[in-house]
């Protein structure tokens, strides 16, 4: 799992990463917002389930199903 922030400052994203303790997934930036670009993104919170060789799976905008992500997953 990657976390992806774009909407917020550098700043920002750091404090959010310290308040929430995101230490169980890596943490990305993008004040540019090309990655959105890239990935098809016109809101958030949105989730993106990829194949191990990228392709995506599936998307999510708003709270994402676990109980979904778990299947195709393990499906995959």
């Given at each position: 799992?990657?976390?992806?922030?774009?909407?917020?400052?550098?700043?920002?994203?750091?404090?959010?990463?310290?308040?929430y303790?995101?230490?169980?997934?890596?943490?990305?930036?993008?004040?540019?917002?090309?990655?959105?670009?890239?990935?098809?993104?016109?809101?958030?919170?949105?989730?993106?389930?990829?194949?191990?060789?990228?392709?995506?799976?599936?998307?999510?905008?708003?709270?994402?199903?676990?109980?979904?992500?778990?299947?195709?997953?393990?499906?995959?």
């Amino acid at each position: 799992m990657i976390g992806l922030g774009t909407q917020d400052s550098l700043g920002q994203a750091e404090d959010f990463v310290e308040k929430y303790g995101t230490e169980s997934f890596t943490m990305l930036w993008d004040g540019s917002y090309q990655s959105w670009q890239v990935l098809g993104v016109s809101g958030q919170p949105a989730a993106i389930l990829f194949q191990s060789d990228g392709t995506p799976i599936t998307g999510w905008y708003g709270a994402f199903p676990e109980t979904d992500v778990l299947e195709l997953s393990a499906a995959t």
